[in-house]
């Protein structure tokens, strides 16, 4: 993902649903561990972000349900710019939010 511009993630990346149907379990592992880094690295009081692994967890199945035709490289990218501060967040950290974020 170093260096992976938008564009590129749109153009050369795996689809979602292709990753699903290939390794799953892998798939869904791989979002779980960069939803948890970015739990980690946003600070938002309680209430307004997830508060334990199983709302994580549930976060993924949503993700994996609702975002199926986008590549997993623009998930990730979506993610890791959250966590970088490149998108702004307005006091919330949540499956809704993220959601609105990937669309």
């Known amino acids: 993902m170093e260096g992976v511009t938008p ?6 990346g795996l689809p979602l649903s292709q990753a699903l149907h290939t390794d799953r379990p892998t798939t869904k592992i791989l979002l779980f561990a960069e939803l948890k880094r970015l739990w980690r690295a946003v600070r938002i009081g309680d209430g ?6 199983e709302d994580l967890q549930d976060a993924v199945d949503d993700i994996v349900d609702i975002c199926r035709t986008m590549k997993v490289e623009e998930v990730l990218y979506v993610i890791r710019a959250i966590r970088r501060g490149e998108v702004k967040l307005y006091g919330r950290l949540d499956t809704p939010t ?3 974020l990937l669309r």
Do not use: C, I, P
């Open 7 to 12: 564009r590129d993630a749109f153009a050369y």
């Open 48 to 53: 307004k972000t997830w508060q334990s692994d």
């Open 98 to 100: 993220l959601l609105e």
